[in-house]
């Protein structure tokens, strides 16, 4: 075999220290970017917070200097160095059933600057369900034999507060040869009328029945209600009320009034002492209207301000050894990059939510009936980046505005076609099928076909299989389960 040299002319993408930085920080959440900051300030002696007297004093040149075409100038060159490379993969993939149709705090809040002027969480203190019952099993007097049962009764009960386990099972895990069906039902039929009521009932009809028979005897329709839970479940399940009012011999209005003694009981008992942890949220963006214009402001609460400390910075050429200048070089150096990443991310930032903003003011000035469909290419051509730039951006970032806070991605969604030519939102489909549900006839509520037809008469024309699809991702239950005589 001859050897030869060869030249060969080639391109090879490479990512330096300093872009990856600005990747693994442009999808950072608020939280764990807040995280990411502590531990630089921790490890880099040469990075610190500036102070609320500088950043006063520097606020007015700041402010002229947005207006300035050479600081403009300046911020899109930092975008553009800090620009991700375009064969970089999308990072998430978009649903047309992208179930996040809710703000995150539920309830719209009012409109108000990032001034501060907020309530310091201070944290929580929750028992669980489990804690709830044996404090209440130590309270009372069980022998050593029923607290052993009772324990094993309390470990098989699950949030809801229901039993998950047999009887045969229980007596095996408790061990005790003198153990046996009676003593684990009698404890059982203790523990069940422990706080909340019904805890550890096997079923749905024996929870309610143990809550029903609580009540006061001269209760109306008491009985009535227990022979129902008991005896016809699977007809009130079904809503069925036309047979059960044939076997129970009632009237539509007493059914009425027994139905609504029913859903005065607890189905799921445990929810009243099982807290789900509770998601905080700190908004990247604020959306407010000024003078008739939707404007979009980064939160700075969310980032605090870094400097470079110049005093150290400084000692690098008065430092007497080279391996003290050195170190001094190298953390000041690491501290300018992470300063200009989290510049590029935020001016990124801002950038994004201006578009999304922009495309979208029809859900701020009239609600979700008015989304417009949008997705990630449609931005990442309006601001010239690539799509897995925008889809990075727009994961865990949120908005704050006058109807709530949202996902920046909850304003993404696919597109239906209407009868004039046009386009609609899948969102909007959403919306509209929230609205006719909450105003439909309870005793007679819409069908999946009757809802399309309705949305078609709108001009939207959707498949009735669609607004299944739809209706399940709001969780709205299909209409034979939605009928109600209340």
């Not at 607890?266 to 008739?292: F, S, T, W």
């Not at 549900?437 to 005793?443: D, G, K, L, Q, Y």
Request: aromatic share 6%.
């Amino acid at each position: 075999m001859r050897q030869s040299l060869q030249l060969k002319i080639g391109q090879q993408l490479t990512m330096t220290p300093q872009l990856q930085q600005a990747i693994r920080l442009l999808q950072l959440s608020s939280l764990d970017l807040q995280a990411e900051i502590q531990d630089a300030l921790d490890n880099n002696p040469l990075l610190e917070v500036e102070s609320e007297q500088s950043q006063d004093s520097d606020s007015a040149d700041h402010v002229n200097s947005l207006h300035k075409d050479d600081s403009q100038r300046e911020t899109s060159d930092v975008i553009k160095t800090q620009e991700m490379p375009e064969d970089l993969p999308v990072d998430s993939t978009w649903d047309d059933t992208y179930s996040s149709s809710t703000p995150v705090n539920g309830a719209a809040s009012s409109s108000k600057s990032y001034d501060g002027d907020y309530e310091v969480y201070q944290g929580s203190t929750s028992e669980s369900l489990q804690d709830h019952l044996i404090w209440q099993m130590q309270l009372s007097h069980f022998s050593e034999e029923d607290t052993a049962i009772g324990e094993a009764i309390i470990e098989a009960i699950d949030d809801n507060g229901y039993l998950t386990a047999d009887i045969d099972d229980i007596i095996e895990s408790v061990r005790l040869p003198e153990v046996g069906e009676e003593e684990v039902c009698m404890v059982l039929k203790r523990i069940q009328h422990f706080d909340p009521v019904g805890v550890g009932a096997r079923t749905v009809s024996e929870c309610l029945a143990i809550q029903l028979r609580q009540l006061d005897d001269r209760t109306p329709f008491k009985y009535d209600a227990l022979t129902l839970v008991c005896d016809h479940m699977d007809l009130l399940g079904n809503r069925d009320f036309r047979n059960i009012q044939r076997k129970l011999k009632l009237s539509e209005n007493d059914l009425r009034e027994v139905m609504r003694l029913i859903q005065q009981m607890h189905p799921h008992p445990g929810e009243q002492v099982a807290q789900q942890e509770v998601e905080y949220v700190i908004p990247d963006v604020a959306v407010m209207k000024k003078n008739g214009r939707w404007v979009v402001e980064l939160n700075p609460d969310s980032v605090p301000k870094l400097k470079v400390n110049e005093e150290y910075a400084a000692l690098s050429k008065a430092a007497k050894s080279s391996a003290d200048s050195q170190y001094i070089k190298n953390h000041t150096q690491e501290a300018r990059w992470f300063i200009k990443s989290l510049e590029s991310r935020n001016e990124t930032l801002l950038k994004v939510a201006n578009c999304i903003v922009q495309r979208q003011q029809g859900f701020f000035e009239y609600g979700e009936e008015a989304m417009k469909p949008m997705v990630l290419n449609d931005v990442a051509e309006a601001v010239e980046m690539h799509e897995s730039t925008i889809s990075r951006v727009t994961t865990q970032k949120f908005l704050h505005c006058p109807r709530g806070i949202f996902e920046l991605k909850y304003f993404f969604s696919s597109h239906v076609s209407t009868e004039g030519g046009g386009e609609c939102s899948s969102t909007a489909i959403r919306a509209l099928i929230k609205k006719l549900v909450a105003a439909e006839n309870r005793s007679k509520p819409l069908s999946d076909s009757k809802i399309a037809e309705l949305i078609a008469e709108q001009g939207i024309k959707v498949a009735r299989r669609t607004i299944a699809k739809y209706r399940e991702s709001l969780n709205i239950p299909s209409s034979s389960q939605r009928k109600s005589l209340l």
